[in-house]
């Protein structure tokens, strides 16, 4: 757990093992993957196109040459407000009827070693009916992402990689920070610790070395496949969420301004309660959204970064077991002692 008080260096605890089978304690500066939270850098630099008049919120996705079904109704803010309607690639959505989850499972059990392509996972989805009309609801979909991302390639003629590096990792210094998607199955720049997860709810437990993780990352992509530690995910909760510098004023705003549904554009609005996206049952009261951020959670990694509001403190959480419970808990009671020391 990574702690920053109103922008203050960062206070690190540690427990447990980085290495299920080795027994390694875990260290302050060790990599894990940020499964969701990767949503707030790629929200991040659609932003920033925004900012630059590159991009319109409001302009429907198909007008940077994406040639999506219904693109020519969903917007970028739809998408990175999760009010797009689009079926997520394969775990059932909130608003959702129809579930994905085996058809997915069994994709990518088929062959870990596969790479998939932002290309191959969109057309896998191409074909879904939309849960509900584009801004009328709102549904958690890593399809989203995706999209935003080709969008970035399509606008800017570079890969989501490279404009995460020249303009999030690079100027912020976040040197343990990287897009795995696009460095599977070569040797990341850092190591990844292992975790463990189940195959099945209520399962025996494994380990994640035990598996080639390529397929799995690559099919996350720009969603869920980033790495970073807790230094930089503090580094970046306070540049993004707090102080606003990487998106400047007026953006940072917008982002910010959670709608009903419990989303932002490219962060989840968080209440005492955790996040009230997954749930569907947000309130109805804006002044409830203490704070912004996202939680993330991969097999045999759970996280989650939040900027508390009312304590202008930014905390980031990582647990290298899944499933693992109450880590927005655990954040509320850190949130709430630090309430009490500032009185």
């Given at each position: 757990?990574?702690?920053?008080?109103?922008?203050?260096p960062?206070?690190?605890?540690?427990?447990?093992?980085?290495?299920?089978?080795l027994?390694?304690?875990?260290?302050?500066?060790?990599v894990?993957?940020?499964?969701?939270?990767?949503?707030t850098?790629?929200?991040a630099?659609?932003?920033l196109?925004?900012?630059?008049?590159?991009?319109?919120?409001?302009?429907?996705?198909?007008?940077?040459?994406?040639?999506?079904?219904?693109?020519?109704?969903?917007t970028?803010?739809?998408?990175?407000?999760?009010?797009?309607?689009?079926?997520?690639?394969?775990?059932?959505?909130n608003?959702?009827q129809?579930?994905y989850?085996d058809?997915?499972?069994?994709?990518?059990?088929?062959?870990?070693?596969h790479?998939?392509?932002?290309?191959?996972?969109?057309?896998?989805?191409?074909?879904?009916?939309?849960l509900?009309?584009?801004?009328?609801?709102?549904?958690?979909?890593?399809?989203?992402?995706?999209?935003?991302a080709?969008i970035?390639?399509?606008?800017?003629?570079?890969?989501?990689?490279?404009?995460?590096?020249?303009r999030?990792?690079?100027?912020?210094?976040?040197?343990?920070?990287?897009?795995?998607?696009?460095?599977?199955?070569?040797?990341?720049p850092?190591?990844?610790?292992?975790?463990?997860?189940s195959l099945?709810?209520?399962?025996?437990?494994?380990?994640?070395?035990?598996?080639?993780?390529?397929?799995l990352?690559?099919?996350?992509?720009?969603?869920a496949?980033?790495?970073?530690?807790?230094?930089?995910?503090?580094t970046?909760?306070?540049?993004?969420l707090r102080?606003?510098t990487?998106?400047?004023?007026?953006?940072?705003?917008?982002?910010?301004?959670?709608?009903?549904?419990?989303?932002g554009?490219?962060?989840?609005?968080?209440?005492?309660?955790g996040f009230?996206v997954?749930?569907?049952?947000?309130?109805?009261?804006?002044a409830?959204?203490?704070g912004?951020?996202?939680?993330?959670?991969?097999?045999g990694?759970?996280?989650?970064?939040?900027?508390?509001?009312?304590?202008?403190?930014?905390i980031?959480?990582?647990?290298?077991?899944d499933p693992?419970?109450?880590?927005s808990?655990?954040?509320?009671a850190?949130?709430?002692?630090?309430?009490?020391?500032?009185k």
């Open positions: 757990m990574g702690v920053s008080v109103h922008g203050g960062p206070t690190i605890l540690v427990s447990g093992v980085s290495d299920p089978r027994k390694t304690p875990m260290k302050p500066d060790d894990v993957f940020i499964a969701s939270d990767t949503k850098f790629v929200g630099v659609v932003l196109l925004v900012g630059e008049g590159k991009v319109s919120l409001d302009a429907p996705i198909n007008t940077y040459g994406l040639d999506f079904p219904n693109g020519d109704v969903i970028v803010r739809e998408l990175l407000s999760h009010t797009s309607g689009l079926a997520p690639e394969g775990v059932e959505g608003a959702s129809v579930t989850g058809a997915w499972r069994a994709k990518i059990l088929s062959d870990l070693s790479f998939y392509t932002m290309a191959e996972i969109v057309a896998w989805v191409r074909d879904r009916p939309l509900f009309p584009p801004g009328t609801s709102t549904a958690y979909s890593n399809v989203n992402m995706f999209l935003a080709q970035v390639e399509k606008v800017t003629g570079q890969t989501i990689t490279q404009q995460l590096q020249d999030l990792f690079t100027p912020l210094k976040l040197t343990n920070t990287y897009y795995s998607a696009q460095q599977v199955p070569a040797i990341p850092v190591p990844v610790i292992p975790g463990l997860f099945v709810p209520g399962g025996a437990l494994v380990n994640t070395a035990d598996f080639d993780p390529t397929a990352l690559t099919a996350l992509g720009p969603a496949a980033m790495a970073s530690n807790a230094t930089d995910m503090l970046w909760g306070n540049a993004l102080a606003g990487v998106l400047g004023p007026d953006l940072t705003q917008q982002a910010h301004k959670i709608l009903p549904g419990g989303t554009l490219g962060v989840i609005g968080f209440t005492r309660q009230c997954f749930t569907a049952s947000c309130p109805n009261d804006p409830a959204f203490t912004v951020g996202g939680p993330g959670g991969v097999p990694t759970n996280t989650v970064l939040i900027y508390d509001i009312p304590t202008d403190t930014v980031f959480m990582a647990a290298n077991l693992s419970r109450g880590m808990g655990a954040a509320v850190e949130f709430d002692l630090i309430a009490t020391s500032q």
